[in-house]
């Protein structure tokens, strides 16, 4: 959530909604047809499943945990939206939450984890401003405007493939895309990375192949590469 609303911010609200949509059509249309060709292999799962999570370890409800993670999210995408009255609401509203349904012990290990998280991602966000710079200085103009400058499907393959052999730590992909769209990518390209480039890279491929087996890897590699083709394609045509 945090990359879509840092990708509107800097690379424009259409891009913004364009990879949020993408993000989730991705996971349901490559989940459906991953599930569709190996349904033979796929043992039955418990369909009772939702009956554990109807409550969680505290005796909170469903729609508690529901409303409050969608507290979290309003507050993010007001503020960078810098609507601060719908913020500050929203932010009362959290505090009530927090007073009411959270103990100190959980609101402790929360700030914990904020503090971590925090540290390791702003590290590497520093390291994708400075990789931007070096895009932006030293990559030809030409190249990028030559290769994914444009929003044919031979561009938008191209950088669904770079984007997936690419390894961007969170929130690094954003800054580098920017380059990229300053030395010349089109827009659908510049979809085309950012929604392979997350999904995939040759470290994920390494774990996921351990746990999927090859066979798996492999058609859900492809499936991410034309599915971002694609669709950076049809966005292209969109907003052309």
């Given at each position: 959530m945090l990359a879509i609303v840092y990708t509107a911010r800097i690379l424009g609200y259409e891009l913004g909604l364009a990879r949020a949509i993408g993000a989730v059509a991705f996971a349901a249309g490559i989940g459906l047809i991953m599930a569709l060709i190996y349904r033979k292999e796929e043992s039955l799962k418990d369909s009772s499943a939702f009956d554990a999570l109807a409550t969680d370890s505290q005796g909170r409800?469903?729609?508690?945990?529901?409303?409050?993670?969608?507290?979290?999210?309003?507050?993010?995408?007001?503020?960078?939206?810098?609507?601060?009255?719908?913020?500050?609401?929203?932010?009362?509203?959290?505090?009530?939450?927090?007073?009411?349904?959270?103990?100190?012990?959980?609101?402790?290990?929360?700030?914990?984890?904020?503090?971590?998280?925090?540290r390791l991602i702003f590290p590497w966000l520093v390291v994708g401003v400075f990789a931007a710079g070096i895009i932006t200085t030293f990559v030809p103009q030409d190249a990028v405007s030559n290769w994914v400058g444009g929003n044919g499907l031979l561009a938008n393959f191209i950088a669904s493939f770079l984007g997936a052999l690419m390894?961007?730590?969170?929130?690094?992909?954003?800054?580098?895309?920017?380059?990229?769209?300053?030395l010349g990518m089109g827009k659908g390209p510049t979809l085309a990375l950012l929604l392979a480039g997350p999904a995939l890279s040759l470290p994920n491929m390494l774990v996921i192949r351990s746990i999927m087996g090859t066979k798996r890897t492999l058609t859900y590699i492809a499936l991410v590469i034309v599915f971002a083709t694609l669709t950076g394609y049809i966005f292209g045509l969109i907003t052309q």
């Amino acid at each position: 959530m945090l990359a879509i609303v840092y990708t509107a911010r800097i690379l424009g609200y259409e891009l913004g909604l364009a990879r949020a949509i993408g993000a989730v059509a991705f996971a349901a249309g490559i989940g459906l047809i991953m599930a569709l060709i190996y349904r033979k292999e796929e043992s039955l799962k418990d369909s009772s499943a939702f009956d554990a999570l109807a409550t969680d370890s505290q005796g909170r409800k469903w729609w508690q945990l529901i409303t409050f993670f969608v507290i979290l999210v309003g507050i993010l995408v007001f503020a960078a939206s810098q609507i601060w009255i719908v913020t500050g609401i929203l932010l009362v509203i959290l505090g009530f939450i927090l007073w009411r349904w959270f103990d100190r012990g959980e609101l402790g290990m929360w700030m914990k984890e904020t503090l971590r998280f925090t540290r390791l991602i702003f590290p590497w966000l520093v390291v994708g401003v400075f990789a931007a710079g070096i895009i932006t200085t030293f990559v030809p103009q030409d190249a990028v405007s030559n290769w994914v400058g444009g929003n044919g499907l031979l561009a938008n393959f191209i950088a669904s493939f770079l984007g997936a052999l690419m390894y961007f730590a969170t929130l690094t992909e954003v800054p580098i895309v920017s380059a990229f769209m300053d030395l010349g990518m089109g827009k659908g390209p510049t979809l085309a990375l950012l929604l392979a480039g997350p999904a995939l890279s040759l470290p994920n491929m390494l774990v996921i192949r351990s746990i999927m087996g090859t066979k798996r890897t492999l058609t859900y590699i492809a499936l991410v590469i034309v599915f971002a083709t694609l669709t950076g394609y049809i966005f292209g045509l969109i907003t052309q």
